[in-house]
């Protein structure tokens, strides 16, 4: 993680595998961290504060997790797949509470604030 005031690499994390994508809750002190380990894409939940894994979310087998984007309140992950759909994934018990097809790939999904 780099700082905009030093420009200078403040925190390094350990992943699973090279980072895609990261988003970051609201209160700056999670981050949802999209990662490629041998060409399947998973994210976890960090506490950047701590630098330190809280939660690994289980796509299913073979599927490959595109985009992650937090919810305006914090405890809900949207992801999107290359197998179409869009998944609801709660921060807290990292369970999926829903999941939508969409007819298409898509690499930029957001929540409505």
Aim: aromatic share 10%; proline share 3%.
């Amino acid at each position: 993680m780099w700082s905009f005031e030093t420009n200078d690499c403040s925190k390094q994390f350990q992943l699973h595998g090279n980072a895609c994508d990261v988003s970051f809750g609201r209160d700056g002190t999670t981050a949802a961290i999209l990662y490629d380990h041998s060409g399947a894409c998973s994210f976890e939940l960090w506490n950047v504060v701590l630098g330190t894994c809280a939660m690994k979310f289980d796509p299913q087998p073979g599927e490959i997790v595109l985009t992650v984007e937090f919810s305006p309140d914090g405890r809900t992950i949207l992801s999107s797949s290359d197998n179409e759909t869009l998944k609801f994934w709660r921060t807290d018990t990292g369970e999926c509470i829903q999941t939508r097809e969409t007819h298409e790939i898509s690499n930029d999904e957001c929540f409505l604030q």
